[in-house]
């Protein structure tokens, strides 16, 4: 009889508390236990203490203690976990790269371990030389030590494949919760008219063009608010201050905001989505906006076409954004167009059961079957 049991490497754990690789582990985990799976999820626990073992909604949890929060211990918490893993048997899951490089202890004790490439992390203009270097090294790791890799988008798919084999890659996107109904009265609490505010939900970093999106509402009057989610430090980071200083007074900032619920809400009752990401494969917080049904106005780029389709509207600078703008609140039937492709494409592309199913089966084809 084979053992299905799945052990699950680099998150911070369970239930998810940290973005959309944990938002994803979480459906992927219940999914597989529900269809007769083992699971083993190691959990990131704050301070200093004995590792422990819980057990939540039928998933084996253990949870490693570190006493550093910042990134030295992300990478002593993955260490740890993947020298304790090695008890374990079944398929292991590694969520990322970033620690790609103890990943050769599993290939050396021979545990089949699959990789989740996420983005081109070494890309990414928020990180420094030693940074970039870190992660490039690490992106060779994964490539060599994993057994088969995962790309969450063709574009990721065809740059691993300048790396390996592209046998070995699958190509598996992300999916959501496909939003319909929500209560108002997160937009109540704001002060928010329903069909009259556009939101924003992004790291507040450069590279995902906030500045020039408030920039671009923020010339003119609109008669309608920019809702920019996230936490924002204007005494203590520049590119944070300059997204505030940009700001018109149609430009509200209400903080981050974690609640899953509300964030929907925030959605549903938007007139658009607005979404900057100029780097990364399929983003979960634009396939979250077609799982709403969102219009959405996105920068122009190969990864941000592909997830979604007809039914953006696309930027590549303050003017287009301002022009987009400018149509955004006027014209209904455009509006309303945007919306139903979203929607079908969300139906027909990136739907959980269908994307779970896929890894089930990928999974499943790596099992040990001693």
């Known amino acids: 009889m084979i053992n299905k049991h799945l052990v699950l490497l680099g998150i911070r754990g ?9 938002t994803f582990a979480e459906y992927l985990c219940l999914f597989l236990v529900n269809r007769g799976w083992k699971v083993t999820v190691y959990c990131q626990e704050q301070g200093v203490g004995a590792t422990y073992e819980t057990e939540w909604n039928g998933i084996k949890r253990i949870h490693i203690y570190v006493n550093d ?27 990322g790269y970033n620690t790609a490089m103890f990943n050769i202890i599993l290939r050396a004790k021979n545990k089949k371990n699959i990789i989740n490439m996420d983005g081109i992390e070494w890309k990414r203009r928020k990180w420094g030389t030693a940074a970039k270097v870190w992660f490039w090294l690490n992106e060779r790791f994964g490539c060599w030590f994993g057994n088969h890799l995962v790309a969450d988008h063709p574009r ?11 046998q070995k890659i699958t190509m598996i996107p992300y999916g959501a919760r496909e939003i319909t109904q929500a209560s108002p009265a997160v937009i109540e609490d704001l002060r928010l008219e329903a069909n009259r505010y556009a939101v924003l939900i992004a790291r507040a970093e450069p590279e995902n063009s906030i500045l020039e999106a408030v920039k671009a509402f923020a010339c003119k009057q609109r008669n309608a608010k920019l809702v920019v989610l996230g936490n924002y430090d204007p005494n203590n980071n520049s590119y944070h201050r300059a997204v505030m200083d940009a700001a018109s007074d149609e430009v509200i900032f209400p903080g981050a905001i974690y609640d899953a619920d509300k964030v929907s809400a925030l959605r549903l009752y938007a ?6 990401h100029q780097v990364g494969g399929t983003n979960p917080s634009l396939v979250e906006a077609l799982g709403a049904g969102n219009a959405v106005l996105a920068h122009d780029n190969p990864f941000n ?37 979203s929607r079908t494409n ?9 994307i779970l199913d896929q890894y089930e089966s990928l999974l499943f084809k790596w099992l040990p079957k001693d």
């Open 14 to 22: 369970l239930p998810a508390q940290h973005g959309g690789f944990e």
């Open 69 to 95: 929060s910042g990134p030295l211990g992300t990478v002593f918490f993955d260490w740890q976990s993947v020298v304790h893993s090695l008890s374990n048997s079944g398929v292991f899951l590694t969520l």
């Open 156 to 166: 990721i798919e065809d740059h691993l494949a300048t790396r390996v084999s592209r």
């Open 271 to 276: 007139r658009a989505y607005v979404h900057g």
């Open 305 to 341: 076409r592909w997830v979604a389709k007809d039914g953006a509207a696309y930027f590549d600078c303050i003017d287009t954004a301002s022009a987009l703008f400018d149509r955004l609140f006027v014209d209904d039937e455009w509006v309303d167009s945007l919306r139903q492709k």
């Open 346 to 354: 969300f139906q027909q592309n990136f739907q959980w059961s269908n």
